[in-house]
């Protein structure tokens, strides 16, 4: 039977009145089911109060009982439902309903959950934030934090973070925290250039509408001394007079003052102290802050002791402390004419009587010690005597004959005075006296035809050559003396009472077939006359000299082949063989090479070309791993019997090739970490050994391929097996299974892979153990002194009683460190960064004295300041390539790579192409040194082409590495249309 269509209705509201019950009416489509809408009366805000509860109440006079038709599944008395569910169907309201089963009131409980929309967008704790860092700050630096709220819940209160492009915005970067970050480095952070940077942040919720916000960011500069002062010249030259006054100041005169700049922007960093360093500093003094130079006092300046001084000017900021620039300054002494001229020349001259006019008597020679062409140049004066039968050349000295000594007035001795003026002001002079004998006597006769002389180039050292014919028109030829040129150096040695002529050395036809030599002939009469003979000695040649090489030692390359043998492969050489025979004989030049010693049937010289080829003996057996060179003899030899030869070392090196992969060493079944170990902690290492002989091809790089649950890290270099996130962290496991590969860098690249499992040891924990605080990363330049305190470790042990010390130590091998128990890290040797390590990790434990003890680990760092002095190179000497001349633009032909491995600085290079052909066919991007073509390719002619890589480093432009490039290009055929 159908109910009463009238039902009595109770208001059911929240206590805010913001949902109503609407009328309960009949349902037509169900005879015993009456329905009524819940509906808005105002909106809804989450944030104030995220769930409403109410109650409704029905009744015809029948016993009822309700149910939630659409979302509530069982017959509860409670039904629940979210606003967001409700309102698919409308709206604005929500619709229950209430079945008719018998005479009695029903009531039902409606429960309402507020779902919450992106209606608040992100607020900033203030309207401006303001961070100082230091100017230049490395990449990576964290600047400050900003922090917005967003109440909404879920993606509508997901705050991000970005920088708002504009100036500078390129050089920061902010995380999903909010922490503002250096991103690369440079010019933009210059003190010097700006004392701040404005940024403006924005933060955004992740809504399907975002909201945001937007904060100032002010970041200020700090000044740091980081410019050196800068002279304005590189050399500065002044003069000072010597002598002079030493109880007044002496100032030196310089051509342009000396000043030195300093671009840092306060004056603390940028006003500069002067002061003079170097040889002859302490003669001088500078004023400390203007920079003008006098001489000091007491000190008297020699211009003929030294001229000039050159020294360094130093500008040093901070108060004498900071930075230092350097400059030269030359001071030339001026020189005044404080010196007479003195003599050092004979004064006594003899002549024959017959001499005819404008023959040299001798000379007189005079000195001005002053150190200037003005104050030192000599005249020479004839003041008196000769009766003018000489003269005197006023620039030389030099006396000669003025007229016939046998017309009168004619005597046996002249004695003449002579004047020596300087040219300085005013002039000084000296006088000497210079005595002339007049003699007479005829000359030896010499036999020409006794001059030709011929000698073989073998003869021993002191075999007769020939004998001089001479005699004394005078008297007896016996009492003649024969005397060699003083200045010949021809290797002959003439006896000077018999004329006879000996070698003094060894004879060379090929370096010298003749030698042309004076011998004066000298008799006994008074005056002694003399006569000269101009005496020819012919060498003849003989075989007597080796073939010799052009160079010492020769070098050549091969690849090793013991996986591949290459007969007849050429070893290749910088240079080429070659031989020299000085013989002049055709006969005695003819020369023949060959291989001598260990390992010389590995080899054969192309008689033809005289190239060097690899045997058949040796192709298969040349191999890099067993050794890196053959130490050959090679030997010329002419055709002569018994034949002449020389030798030289001929080295072979053997080029490496990657043949060889990755083997781990002595690889670990498990690893074992006790699960109380902090993040960073070295739980063991895994290594692996490439025997190929040369890097890169025996260089390991370790990749973790495999970690489930990101536990731990792989270091990429030297193997070690680190903690990444805590163990306690979940997931957690007993066991975790990493998987390794080792790859070697040559090419084609080898690799290894190893499964190790991580087994991790339960522990009991007490209450106190050390801990370790402050910094664990430290700075050193390197080369410091031994025993230099390079950081120190602080800890903390609450378990210690007052007085109670800890045991520290070293758990790693690091040689060149010592720990003191203090917790000072001091070098025990020098650190050189180029060398060995660039930097230096130690595991430090501390342990108590507690029973039982307890130990505090921690890693620190030991970086080595290092500077960029080191080539790049590229990771070939050779590239080599095809294309085809089809190829389309743009098409890349080889990626060459240049690298440096000694240097922790991080350079950029600047790659470029060079030879015929580069940039018409072929271009090269200079940042990554990608090589590729043009549209141009196709008219290409040459089937090869040959080019030059160079990469320059673009910090330190003199470091260059060099490769080559070979491309060999495949022409298609040229089709002529009619």
């Given at each position: ?359 040299p008597v001798g000379h007189v020679t005079a000195k001005d010690d002053d150190v200037t062409e003005t104050n030192n140049r000599i005249i020479y004066l004839l003041r008196s005597g000769g009766f003018g039968k000489f003269s005197v050349d006023f620039e030389t000295g030099n006396i000669t004959v003025a007229d016939k000594l046998d017309r009168e007035p004619r005597v046996g001795t002249y004695r003449l005075q002579i004047d020596a003026l300087d040219g300085g002001l005013p002039r000084r002079k000296n006088t000497t006296l210079v005595t002339v004998d007049v003699l007479t006597n005829r000359r030896p006769v010499v036999s020409e035809s006794s001059a030709k002389m011929a000698v073989d180039e073998n ?74 003979a101009s005496v020819v000695v012919s060498v003849n040649d003989v075989n007597d000299v080796a073939p010799v090489f052009l160079s010492s030692r020769y070098e050549g390359m091969i690849s090793e082949d013991d996986g591949a043998p290459n007969v007849a492969q050429i070893v290749y050489m910088p240079i080429n063989i070659t031989t020299v025979d000085r013989d002049s004989s055709p006969g005695y030049r003819n020369v023949h090479l060959s291989l001598h010693g260990q390992h010389s049937d590995y080899f054969y010289i192309d008689s033809d070309t005289d190239l060097v080829r690899v045997s058949s003996q040796g192709a298969g057996h040349i191999d890099r791993e067993d050794q890196d060179h053959y130490q ?347």
């Amino acid at each position: 039977m159908k109910p009463d269509k009238t039902a009595s209705e109770v208001d059911a509201q929240f206590l805010d009145g913001s949902i109503v019950v609407k009328r309960i009416t009949l349902d037509e489509n169900k005879a015993d089911l009456a329905c009524g809408h819940v509906i808005l009366r105002k909106s809804l805000d989450r944030e104030q109060n995220n769930f409403h509860k109410l109650m409704l109440s029905v009744t015809d006079g029948v016993h009822v009982r309700t149910y939630h038709d659409h979302w509530v599944k069982d017959p509860e008395l409670f039904a629940h439902a979210t606003v967001a569910e409700i309102l698919k169907s409308d709206p604005r309201s929500i619709l229950t309903f209430a079945r008719d089963v018998s005479p009695q009131n029903a009531s039902t409980h409606i429960g309402v959950f507020v779902d919450d929309v992106n209606d608040n967008a992100p607020r900033f704790e203030t309207d401006q934030y303001e961070f100082t860092i230091p100017e230049e700050s490395r990449a990576g630096t964290v600047v400050g934090q900003v922090v917005a709220m967003d109440v909404d819940l879920g993606d509508s209160g997901d705050v991000s973070y970005y920088i708002k492009p504009g100036p500078y915005s390129d050089v920061f970067s902010i995380n999903k925290g909010g922490a503002i970050r250096i991103e690369r480095e440079g010019g933009s952070l210059d003190r010097e250039k700006r004392e701040y940077v404005h940024l403006k942040v924005i933060a955004t919720d992740q809504g399907q509408l975002p909201l945001k916000s937007t904060v100032d960011v002010i970041i200020h500069l700090d000044d740091i001394n980081d410019n050196v002062p800068m002279f304005t010249r590189p050399v500065y030259h002044g003069s000072v007079d010597e002598g002079g006054d030493t109880s007044i100041p002496r100032p030196v005169t310089v051509e342009t003052a000396i000043k030195a700049n300093d671009a840092d922007a306060t004056p603390y960093n940028r006003d500069v102290i002067y002061s003079l360093r170097g040889d002859g500093s302490e003669l001088f003094r500078i004023h400390p802050s203007d920079a003008l130079i006098e001489v000091a006092h007491d000190v008297v300046l020699d211009a003929e002791s030294r001229q000039r001084y050159r020294m360094q000017v130093v500008a040093t900021d901070r108060n004498d402390t900071g930075m230092s620039g350097f400059a030269d300054v030359i001071i030339n002494v001026n020189d005044i004419n404080d010196n007479t001229p003195f003599f050092k020349s004979n004064s006594t001259f003899t002549i024959r009587q017959d001499s005819p006019i404008g023959r040299p008597v001798g000379h007189v020679t005079a000195k001005d010690d002053d150190v200037t062409e003005t104050n030192n140049r000599i005249i020479y004066l004839l003041r008196s005597g000769g009766f003018g039968k000489f003269s005197v050349d006023f620039e030389t000295g030099n006396i000669t004959v003025a007229d016939k000594l046998d017309r009168e007035p004619r005597v046996g001795t002249y004695r003449l005075q002579i004047d020596a003026l300087d040219g300085g002001l005013p002039r000084r002079k000296n006088t000497t006296l210079v005595t002339v004998d007049v003699l007479t006597n005829r000359r030896p006769v010499v036999s020409e035809s006794s001059a030709k002389m011929a000698v073989d180039e073998n003869v021993p050292v002191g075999t007769l050559v020939g004998i001089l014919d001479a005699y004394d028109p005078d008297g007896e030829s016996s009492s003649l003396k024969y005397v060699m040129d003083g200045d010949s150096k021809a290797p002959f040695v003439v006896n000077e009472n018999s004329g006879q002529v000996f070698t003094t050395s060894a004879l060379d036809y090929e370096r010298q077939t003749g030698y042309a030599f004076t011998i004066y002939v000298i008799d006994e009469g008074s005056p002694q006359m003399t006569s000269n003979a101009s005496v020819v000695v012919s060498v003849n040649d003989v075989n007597d000299v080796a073939p010799v090489f052009l160079s010492s030692r020769y070098e050549g390359m091969i690849s090793e082949d013991d996986g591949a043998p290459n007969v007849a492969q050429i070893v290749y050489m910088p240079i080429n063989i070659t031989t020299v025979d000085r013989d002049s004989s055709p006969g005695y030049r003819n020369v023949h090479l060959s291989l001598h010693g260990q390992h010389s049937d590995y080899f054969y010289i192309d008689s033809d070309t005289d190239l060097v080829r690899v045997s058949s003996q040796g192709a298969g057996h040349i191999d890099r791993e067993d050794q890196d060179h053959y130490q050959l003899i090679l030997r010329a030899a002419d055709n002569d019997n018994p034949a002449l030869y020389s030798e030289v070392d001929y080295i072979v090196h053997i080029k490496d090739i990657n043949d060889n992969g990755p083997v781990f060493v002595a690889p670990p079944d498990e690893l074992l970490v006790e699960e109380d170990a902090r993040v960073g902690d070295v739980i063991g290492r895994i290594e692996a050994k490439d025997v190929d002989a040369t890097s890169p091809n025996n260089e390991v790089l370790y990749i973790m391929e495999s970690d489930p649950f990101g536990k731990f890290r792989l270091d990429t270099k030297t193997g070690e097996v680190s903690i990444l996130s805590g163990l306690f962290y979940q997931p957690r496991q007993p066991t975790y299974n990493i998987t390794v590969t080792a790859i070697d860098l040559g090419t084609p690249r080898k690799q290894a892979q190893l499964t190790v499992m991580v087994r991790v040891l339960k522990r009991h924990f007490r209450d106190f153990r050390p801990e370790f605080l402050g910094d664990t990363i430290f700075h050193t330049p390197e080369e410091v002194p031994v025993g230099t305190v390079v950081g120190s470790i602080k800890f903390t042990d609450e378990g210690l009683s007052p007085g109670d010390t800890v045991q520290f130590r070293i758990d790693s091998k690091t040689p060149g460190l010592y720990l003191a128990q203090t917790g000072d890290v001091i070098t025990t040797s020098r650190l050189d960064s180029d060398s060995g390590p660039r930097w230096y990790k130690l595991r430090i434990s501390a342990t108590d004295i507690n029973n039982p003890q307890h130990k505090g680990k921690t890693t620190i760092g030991i970086i080595l300041q290092d500077v960029n002095d080191n080539p790049p190179r590229f990771t070939r000497y050779e590239y080599r390539h095809r294309v085809a001349d089809t190829f389309p633009p743009d098409t890349i032909v080889a990626t060459p790579f240049a690298y440096d491995d000694l240097d922790t600085e991080q350079s950029t290079y600047n790659y470029s192409l060079q030879g015929h052909g580069a940039g018409k066919y072929f271009v090269i991007d200079p940042k990554s040194g990608v090589v590729k073509t043009t549209e141009a390719l196709n008219e290409v002619e040459q089937d090869t082409m040959e080019f030059g890589l160079m990469a320059q480093d673009l910090h330190q432009r003199s470091l260059v590495a060099l490769a080559r490039l070979v491309i060999d290009v495949t022409r298609s055929e040229k089709v002529t249309e009619c």
